[in-house]
């Protein structure tokens, strides 16, 4: 294992064989991982696995900074982008269980600027026809991301494939934005057709940066403020905010993308928006986190919402948001439905992976990966800062085989 100042040991807290896991096959993971780091698929990883509440593995290899030299250490801190949305889900379901909104409540009743939204049905950006939709947008939508929202391009850079993308990008809809608020794309979604009647696509877009705002309307507080009060102090978080502090700038990992022959540089420490304070606190994708950080989230879904006597969100309320909420129990892909922040594997054979019936999972767009398995008792907690990998899906295919083959009960 490779360790980082003798750092790494410390975060040991049983062996492998003390719960019902082998030493000698997680080697294999070790070597997945240092396969893609010999083929220049990354730079830098974490890996870490825990099991009955217990880290059993956690592996650094590589760099956290070409350009700088910099190994890569345990304190680094990664852009999780998309992991962001489990952590902001569960801070709207603390709210459902205060008895501030159902979840079969249109999204309208808390958000006045969505009240007459329509859907597009034909034209381009520039001239377009709309309809009513079949029905209105709830706030179980939003969750699920079946809203009917469409896809913002991410800083400018995502190619917009549809008309209302298109019309996303033109209106300056910020999909994981640095300046404005929340509450500004609110008014420009509010202005902007659907693409699709809710209830009735799954489609992978600005919701969660919608779920961020009633996170706020509902509470009162603004969303980095709601996050750091509610879940990052109780769990001891204090690495994950929307926005790096010029005191741990020197822990920020440089962002790299695919390249032929390997990868270069896409977003640097030194200038990145990360380091900056903004004023967008980004649903969809804005946090940053640790390693340590963002296993201590995942320990607390393994003890079914509470981690050393802080409970964050009920048993059952967990429970409900992992299940598919899709309609009809349809699926995002083959195996795999989505629950109230994340993805849910219901039908591993299927799926084309080894895995348990109810695992539930997220990654983010720099390669970053998470899953949970309740009947296994196992997380995986897996950072890196790669764009265009493949994954997450390949990647989080080896992380699995990888975990699951380590399993001996």
Known sequence: MTTTSGRVQEAIEAKPEDVGMSSSRLDRLDQVIQRRLDERKISGAITVVMRHGRVVHFQTVGSMDDEASKPMRRDAMFRIYSMTKPIVSLALMQLFEEGLFQLDDPASKYIPEFAGLEVFTAGDARHYETRPPSREMTVR?????????????????????????????????????????????????????????????WIY????????????????RPLDQYLRERIFEPLGMPDSSFFVTPAKHD????????????????????????????????????????????????KMLLNGGQLDGERVIGPRTLAYMRMNHLPGDSEIALGTGFGLGFAVLTNPAASGCVGTAGEYHWAGAASTHFFVSPADQLGVVFMTQMLGMGPPVALGRDLRVGVYQALLD
Do not use: M, W
């Open 141 to 201: 939508d939003l969750l699920c991301h079946t809203s009917g929202l469409s896809s913002a391009p991410i800083g400018g850079g995502t190619p917009a494939l549809t008309v209302v993308s298109h019309l996303y990008l033109n209106n300056g809809v910020a999909g994981i934005g640095h300046d404005g608020t929340l509450h500004d794309t609110i008014v420009k979604l509010g202005r902007l057709p659907l693409e699709a009647d809710p209830g009735t696509r």
């Open 205 to 220: 877009g600005v919701s969660t940066d919608v779920v961020g705002y009633l996170v706020e309307v509902l509470s009162g």
């Open 251 to 298: 822990r920020l990992a440089a962002y790299y993308r695919q390249a032929p022959g390997g990868y270069d540089l896409y977003d640097a420490p030194t200038t990145s928006p990360f380091a900056r304070q903004g004023t967008y606190f980004s649903g969809v994708g804005g946090l940053c986190s640790t390693a340590d950080d963002y296993t201590r989230f995942v």
